[in-house]
């Protein structure tokens, strides 16, 4: 070890006196691969994604040249632009209310300390292991009008059939039902976790008092998962508004444009109309939306803390 | 050097060090009854799809797209969807692909992350406070707005239909670098001192004594990345078009119009890609939920 005549390096920062500039030379060297990847696939693609936006480029590299806002402002009068975004908001409000109760009655069906947990957490986690297109697969199949496994039940308990993916009423129904199987074993593992963090004293303390499970759910466990809940609402908000893969591999947007998120048409104008500017636009516009809502979130959780 | 008797810093976001349940100190009552049968019919309603996938696959294809739905087939279950699916080779060619690009990901991602998240966490440098600053505000960055610029960007680099292309965009992770220096910052400093003194470089410090400590979060990060990655679905599909190169996910979207109407074989071309995942699941199911649970609140 050290001899005792050394002076201790100051504790919060761990550096030797003289090596100021050692520490920013180690400093950006160890940041440096990152930062290399960072500035390449994500910093440069944002900054020239707008700078595209602003072109009329286009795969087939006709018009490269500069054209101010007018994507932005075609984008504003698309009224396919609208649809595809009223599409992507409505998945996002009818998909994340059921994403996030179910997920914590799930969890709080395991958390009163059922046998077997591992069963229950394969069966309810397992499905988010899974591929997007392999849910489209398994419900693609199930939905189907004459041969799909939901469409025999209903006719079996004498309902009538649902032509589920090619209806417009329903489409945006289905996806969210696939959605719902796909992804809240997630919300619930989230909710497990923080559950089985609440101490135990609350409870004992409660049944002392004389309180049952249902008041004990409701006065204890529910308050004491706020901030969980807070959490998993914004993330599922955020992860909903993303939506393109399902819709996409079940649907292909219809029918008749009725399930088309503005991923989707973002992907359509830039590679099956080639029109990249146009597209880059939409993707900003889309990203503002995004910004926008975050923001909103941020605010409103900043003002529940306080 | 270290001091053997600390203890390991728990996590930062977990939830405790283990998923156990509460012991039931209740008996069987009405009400664990009733939780009990709901536990279990959302069970049995989240498994169907899965059992129902399995059922087709193993019939004929006759029998897969009779009019009379059953779960048992008139001819009975066969495995011939199966053997014609593994003698088209895609799928273990598509398994293959997504192995190896979801393995490079992973790794690149937990070297990268790990080295900047050491460096916000112990190294004080000059930009530091911006640096972990646009980090943070990138995390709001949506993967789907940078597709268009990214696919010029692959284009002009002439990285399109290569691995590289899949593999190298999919590597920032900006909620990960967070979740590494959050824990980072509760080993103890202590424990590098004495090395420091002893006149060890940073990149010593960092590999043999944090990264050592650091087993546990690096997993959770790896299991993570691993799994976004290995389901990806839109950014693969655009960067490439080459048949040999196509990712699971990607290459089942394709057999829908390969196959058409066999969905016999369809769904044994889906189990065939769901199977690795699940078999990995069921044997480090506590790592997974745990690796979950830890980095989830951290964002996607």
């Known amino acids: 070890m050290s001899t005792s005549t050394l002076s201790r390096p100051r504790p919060e920062t761990l550096r030797k006196p003289t090596s100021r500039t050692r520490s920013n030379l180690s400093g950006w060297g160890f940041a440096a691969p990152f930062l290399v990847f960072f500035l390449v696939f994500l910093v440069w693609p944002i900054l020239y994604g707008f700078y595209m936006s602003l072109t009329g480029k286009s795969l087939t590299g006709a018009n490269d040249s500069l054209i101010g806002f007018a994507n932005y402002a075609e ?229 529940r803390s306080a | 050097m270290a001091i053997p008797t600390l203890t390991r810093p728990a996590p930062s976001t977990t939830t405790g060090n283990s998923l156990k349940i509460r012991q039931p100190r209740r008996k069987l009552t009405v009400g664990r009854i009733a939780a009990i049968v709901v536990a279990a019919v959302i069970a049995v309603l989240w498994l169907i799809p899965f059992a129902w996938a399995t059922a087709t696959a193993f019939k004929t294809e006759t029998d897969a797209a009779a009019p009379d739905v059953t779960w048992l087939p008139p001819s009975g279950f066969t495995p011939e969807a199966f053997v014609k699916v593994f003698q088209d080779g895609n799928i273990p060619l598509w398994t293959w692909n997504s192995l190896y690009t979801s393995a490079a990901i992973t790794a690149i991602t937990l070297v990268i992350s790990a080295l900047v998240a050491y460096a916000l966490s112990r190294i004080d440098f000059k930009g530091k406070k911006v640096l972990m600053t646009v980090i943070i505000a990138s995390i709001i960055i949506p993967p789907p707005v940078l597709i268009i610029p990214l696919f010029y960007q692959m284009l002009a680099l002439n990285l399109i239909d290569t691995s590289w292309a899949i593999i190298l965009p999919q590597v920032i992770h900006p909620a990960m670098v967070f979740v590494l220096k959050k824990f980072f910052d509760q080993i103890p400093r202590e424990l590098e001192e004495a090395a420091v003194m002893d006149g060890a470089s940073r990149l010593r410090i960092f590999t043999q004594i944090i990264l050592p400590l650091s087993r546990p979060i690096l997993a959770a990060v790896a299991i993570f990345v691993f799994i976004g990655a290995w389901n990806n679905f839109l950014w693969p599909f655009i960067a490439t078009n080459d048949g040999n190169l196509l990712t699971l996910p990607v290459g089942l979207q394709t057999i829908k119009s390969a196959y058409g109407i066999q969905y016999a074989q369809n769904m044994a071309s889906a189990l065939l890609a769901a199977l690795p995942l699940i078999v990995v699941f069921l044997f480090f199911q506590r790592q997974i939920i745990k690796g979950v649970a830890t980095t989830g609140l951290a964002g996607t």
Not at chain 1, 113 to 124: C, D
Not at chain 1, 185 to 191: A, D, E, P, T
Request: proline fraction near 5%; charge should be neutral.
């Open chain 1, 75 to 303: 984008a504003l009068a698309d009224a396919d632009m609208w649809r595809s975004l009223g599409n992507t908001l409505y998945f996002t409000v009818i998909s994340t209310v059921p994403l996030v109760l179910v997920a914590l009655i799930m969890a709080a069906l395991l958390n009163i300390g059922l046998p077997a947990q591992w069963l229950w957490r394969l069966s309810y986690f397992a499905p988010y292991l899974l591929a997007s297109t392999v849910v489209s697969l398994f419900f693609t199949w199930m939905y189907n009008p004459q041969l799909g496994l939901i469409n025999e039940f209903l006719t079996g308990i004498g309902l009538p059939r649902v032509a589920w993916l090619n209806d417009p009423n329903v489409a945006m129904w289905a996806i969210v039902i696939a959605t719902l199987w796909w992804t809240v074993g997630f919300n619930f593992l989230l909710y497990l976790a923080a559950m089985q963090n609440i101490p135990a004293q609350h409870y004992e303390a409660a049944s002392l008092d004389g309180a049952g499970a249902w008041r004990q759910f409701f006065s204890i466990t529910l308050p004491q998962l706020t901030p969980t809940t807070v959490m998993i609402v914004l993330l599922q908000i955020l992860a909903s508004l993303k939506i393109f893969d399902q819709v996409y591999q079940m649907t292909a947007g219809g029918p008749g444009g009725s399930t088309r998120p503005v991923v989707q048409y973002i992907f359509e104008t830039g590679f099956t109309g080639y029109r990249l500017g146009y597209s880059a636009a939409i993707s900003y516009i889309f990203f503002g939306l995004i910004v926008v809502i975050s923001v909103m979130q941020f605010v409103i959780t900043r003002r």
